[in-house]
């Protein structure tokens, strides 16, 4: 027992209490539920689910949504977080199942990393935001000294009919509107730039943005600043690992929730916030729009990104979790949770476009026009401008964002520092903190470069391919590897040694959706995303020809590792072709629960023979070579000492 107490003792990560004393667990259930809701829901509940909402048909969206909860979000929710669970290793490591696979969690891997870049830029707009609010009045409710001739504060009825040609960004507000100070108006129609003072702050002053991806242009300061703030605030939430984020996610992740309440009950009560709730949930929802495939396809990609499915963080996390947690149960609360929190931010969001649609005299439905950041640094900052006491409720909402933000890039960091840690576990045991803090520095140094002037366009182009076609192709790989190589009964008796023997009516929806329907979702989101692709734009910019391409190289790179792994694993086994492709399609020796006192007769070995070959799925095979066998785990816990050694699955 003295070299297990200076284990932990070494081990800052490791508590008393802790089942698996290599790698640590969650302190408690709760530490472990707030994390993974944090994870799931981020910056898209606010932002991207309203405006998908109010794109397609209001309330009428809710249906589609629902749906694909339920027969693609939550298998796959519930997939992950179990094959994590299982074997207790991150989203690499967990390829130990099925080895020439083991490509699959590189490229989440990858692909949490580019996306960590440039997530957290968005987390410096937010604080930017935040402090830039601690005056009064806002510096967007006017046209003030950073502005243009081309900055207008409000509609003026129907003295002038202008038609707006904006070439800075999508359209925020359309309105017939007057710059006359004479109170003329011009003879006849014309089209001339009008932007509302939000726009023009963002795009001026908080973005100081240039006039395309070419024009590059120096770092603005300020939101590097901003940006070296939030990896700081991360690294300091990260530097136990779950010992130290698991504390700080009791404020992090139940704080948005307070703000979004203290948002609805401001809302309601402003005139016309009826008009944006009914069109939002009432008799303003657009039915009509469900017979259109895209808002199948909108629905559909929502849940799939709200989630976080395969990006690797559902798996990472779940792999501190004790061996017989209700992975089940935990699955069905975070998704529910998840979804029902873009439900109740829409109301919040839809009662202030309630408000602006009564203060510009026009229908929720033409009121905000806007996508990508518009929502969130155009729209809803000019409707917080103009209520009383506005500074307040702008702090409030982008401290908000940063909550939600930092919950999100906690997981993303996770991913990294987990497959480290299970790469290298004798490197890093004692080394916690650099394991943390090294990948947040080094992900800061990249992230400047999007801090520029171009920095924008920029998160755009990341945002569209890195976030996108590596995911669905990922997850679809998950599912063929997990459920039609490793195999699927297999898969279920793995899940049901955590939770316990199902009956085979509660599999039997669990198997349509992991055989047939999620992999037919993800084919089809797949096949339309790549019929219907266009060059990215920010609004009225369009991207040059060597961005796009340089998005497509982004995608390649996430990619590129799942066959390069694959033909590096058949190579380095040994036998005939047939027998090296047997070999890396069957678990590695060492694959199962982490820990011995869980493998049980499936995976133990009760006569100690280390060299029996593990059990395939189809034609039989021989054992696999030694070369495609990942090191073995560290040296064994006091619950598995005694125990049965990490043998052969038995057939």
């Given at each position: 027992?003295s070299d297990d107490h200076e284990k932990q003792q070494q081990n800052s990560h490791v508590g008393s209490n802790d089942e698996n004393i290599d790698r640590g667990n969650w302190t408690n259930k709760r530490e472990y539920m707030l994390s993974m809701i944090g994870y799931a829901v981020g910056l898209g509940n606010v932002w991207r689910f309203p405006y998908l909402a109010y794109k397609n048909g209001g309330g009428a969206f809710l249906i589609p949504y629902f749906i694909m909860l339920i027969v693609a979000g939550i298998p796959l929710f519930f997939l992950e977080s179990s094959f994590g669970q299982f074997c207790s290793q991150g989203p690499i490591n967990v390829w130990r199942a099925l080895p020439i696979f083991q490509g699959v969690g590189v490229a989440m891997v990858l692909v949490s990393t580019l996306v960590a870049i440039y997530y957290n830029v968005i987390i410096a707009y937010s604080l930017y935001y935040m402090f830039a609010s601690f005056q009064s009045p806002l510096p967007w409710s006017d046209c003030f000294y950073w502005s243009n001739s081309n900055c207008s504060l409000t509609p003026r009825g129907t003295l002038c009919n202008v038609t707006r040609a904006s070439n800075w960004s999508v359209p925020v507000l359309t309105a017939n509107m007057t710059l006359?100070?004479?109170?003329?108006?011009?003879?006849?129609?014309?089209?001339?730039?009008?932007?509302?003072?939000?726009?023009?702050?963002?795009?001026?002053?908080?973005?100081?943005?240039?006039?395309?991806?070419?024009?590059?242009?120096?770092?603005?300061?300020?939101?590097?600043?901003?940006?070296?703030?939030?990896?700081?605030?991360?690294?300091?939430?990260?530097?136990?690992?779950?010992?130290?984020?698991?504390?700080?996610?009791?404020?992090?992740?139940?704080?948005?929730?307070?703000?979004?309440?203290?948002?609805?009950?401001?809302?309601?009560?402003?005139?016309?916030?009826?008009?944006?709730?009914?069109?939002?949930?009432?008799?303003?929802?657009?039915?009509?729009?469900?017979?259109?495939?895209?808002?199948?396809?909108?629905?559909?990609?929502?849940?799939?990104?709200?989630?976080?499915?395969?990006?690797?963080?559902?798996?990472?996390?779940?792999?501190?979790?004790?061996?017989?947690?209700?992975?089940?149960?935990?699955?069905?609360?975070?998704?529910?949770?998840?979804?029902?929190?873009?439900?109740?931010?829409?109301?919040?969001?839809?009662?202030?476009?309630?408000?602006?649609?009564?203060?510009?005299?026009?229908?929720?439905?033409?009121?905000?026009?806007?996508?990508?950041?518009?929502?969130?640094?155009?729209?809803?900052?000019?409707?917080?401008?103009?209520?009383?006491?506005?500074?307040?409720?702008?702090?409030?909402?982008?401290?908000?964002?940063?909550?939600?933000?930092?919950?999100?890039?906690?997981?993303?960091?996770?991913?990294?520092?987990?497959?480290?840690?299970?790469?290298?576990?004798?490197?890093?045991?004692?080394?916690?903190?650099?394991?943390?803090?090294?990948?947040?520095?080094?992900?800061?140094?990249?992230?400047?470069?999007?801090?520029?002037?171009?920095?924008?366009?920029?998160?755009?182009?990341?945002?569209?391919?890195?976030?996108?076609?590596?995911?669905?192709?990922?997850?679809?790989?998950?599912?063929?590897?997990?459920?039609?190589?490793?195999?699927?009964?297999?898969?279920?008796?793995?899940?049901?040694?955590?939770?316990?023997?199902?009956?085979?009516?509660?599999?039997?929806?669990?198997?349509?959706?992991?055989?047939?329907?999620?992999?037919?979702?993800?084919?089809?989101?797949?096949?339309?995303?790549?019929?219907?692709?266009?060059?990215?734009?920010?609004?009225?910019?369009?991207?040059?020809?060597?961005?796009?391409?340089?998005?497509?190289?982004?995608?390649?790179?996430?990619?590129?590792?799942?066959?390069?792994?694959?033909?590096?694993?058949?190579?380095?086994?040994?036998?005939?072709?047939?027998?090296?492709?047997?070999?890396?399609?069957?678990?590695?020796?060492?694959?199962?629960?982490?820990?011995?006192?869980?493998?049980?007769?499936?995976?133990?070995?009760?006569?100690?023979?280390?060299?029996?070959?593990?059990?395939?799925?189809?034609?039989?095979?021989?054992?696999?070579?030694?070369?495609?066998?990942?090191?073995?785990?560290?040296?064994?816990?006091?619950?598995?000492?005694?125990?049965?050694?990490?043998?052969?699955?038995?057939?």
């Amino acid at each position: 027992m003295s070299d297990d107490h200076e284990k932990q003792q070494q081990n800052s990560h490791v508590g008393s209490n802790d089942e698996n004393i290599d790698r640590g667990n969650w302190t408690n259930k709760r530490e472990y539920m707030l994390s993974m809701i944090g994870y799931a829901v981020g910056l898209g509940n606010v932002w991207r689910f309203p405006y998908l909402a109010y794109k397609n048909g209001g309330g009428a969206f809710l249906i589609p949504y629902f749906i694909m909860l339920i027969v693609a979000g939550i298998p796959l929710f519930f997939l992950e977080s179990s094959f994590g669970q299982f074997c207790s290793q991150g989203p690499i490591n967990v390829w130990r199942a099925l080895p020439i696979f083991q490509g699959v969690g590189v490229a989440m891997v990858l692909v949490s990393t580019l996306v960590a870049i440039y997530y957290n830029v968005i987390i410096a707009y937010s604080l930017y935001y935040m402090f830039a609010s601690f005056q009064s009045p806002l510096p967007w409710s006017d046209c003030f000294y950073w502005s243009n001739s081309n900055c207008s504060l409000t509609p003026r009825g129907t003295l002038c009919n202008v038609t707006r040609a904006s070439n800075w960004s999508v359209p925020v507000l359309t309105a017939n509107m007057t710059l006359w100070e004479n109170g003329t108006c011009p003879e006849g129609n014309i089209s001339i730039t009008v932007q509302s003072p939000s726009e023009q702050y963002w795009d001026l002053v908080a973005l100081q943005r240039s006039s395309s991806l070419d024009e590059t242009g120096p770092v603005v300061w300020h939101l590097a600043l901003c940006l070296l703030l939030g990896w700081l605030l991360i690294a300091a939430a990260l530097y136990k690992g779950i010992k130290s984020s698991g504390k700080v996610v009791y404020f992090t992740s139940t704080f948005p929730y307070v703000v979004l309440l203290i948002l609805l009950i401001r809302g309601v009560t402003l005139e016309g916030a009826r008009d944006g709730i009914e069109f939002y949930m009432g008799s303003q929802s657009n039915l009509t729009k469900l017979c259109k495939a895209e808002v199948w396809r909108d629905a559909a990609t929502q849940i799939f990104y709200s989630l976080s499915i395969a990006w690797g963080g559902v798996t990472a996390l779940s792999s501190y979790n004790k061996f017989h947690n209700n992975v089940f149960k935990d699955a069905l609360i975070v998704c529910l949770t998840n979804c029902g929190t873009s439900v109740f931010a829409g109301f919040a969001i839809f009662s202030i476009l309630g408000h602006m649609a009564h203060v510009y005299g026009k229908p929720v439905s033409e009121v905000c026009v806007c996508v990508g950041f518009g929502l969130a640094f155009i729209a809803y900052p000019d409707a917080l401008s103009k209520l009383p006491i506005s500074p307040l409720w702008s702090i409030l909402f982008f401290f908000m964002l940063l909550t939600l933000g930092l919950d999100s890039q906690f997981a993303g960091i996770e991913v990294i520092s987990t497959c480290l840690q299970d790469a290298f576990p004798e490197t890093f045991k004692s080394k916690n903190v650099i394991v943390y803090v090294a990948p947040c520095a080094i992900l800061f140094l990249l992230g400047v470069c999007v801090s520029l002037q171009a920095g924008i366009y920029w998160v755009t182009l990341m945002d569209q391919f890195c976030a996108g076609f590596v995911l669905l192709i990922a997850a679809l790989l998950e599912l063929i590897g997990v459920f039609y190589i490793y195999g699927g009964n297999r898969f279920i008796k793995d899940i049901e040694m955590m939770i316990g023997t199902r009956s085979s009516l509660f599999w039997l929806w669990w198997r349509a959706c992991w055989f047939f329907i999620s992999p037919s979702i993800i084919i089809v989101i797949l096949v339309w995303s790549l019929l219907t692709f266009s060059p990215p734009s920010y609004g009225t910019v369009q991207y040059p020809a060597w961005g796009v391409a340089l998005g497509w190289c982004m995608i390649a790179f996430c990619l590129l590792w799942i066959p390069l792994l694959a033909v590096w694993k058949i190579l380095t086994s040994q036998g005939n072709p047939w027998q090296r492709l047997c070999a890396v399609c069957s678990p590695v020796e060492s694959w199962g629960p982490y820990l011995d006192v869980h493998r049980g007769e499936r995976y133990g070995d009760p006569d100690g023979d280390d060299e029996t070959p593990v059990a395939t799925t189809g034609p039989e095979c021989p054992p696999p070579g030694p070369n495609i066998s990942p090191p073995d785990r560290t040296s064994p816990t006091p619950q598995s000492t005694g125990g049965p050694s990490p043998g052969a699955l038995s057939p």
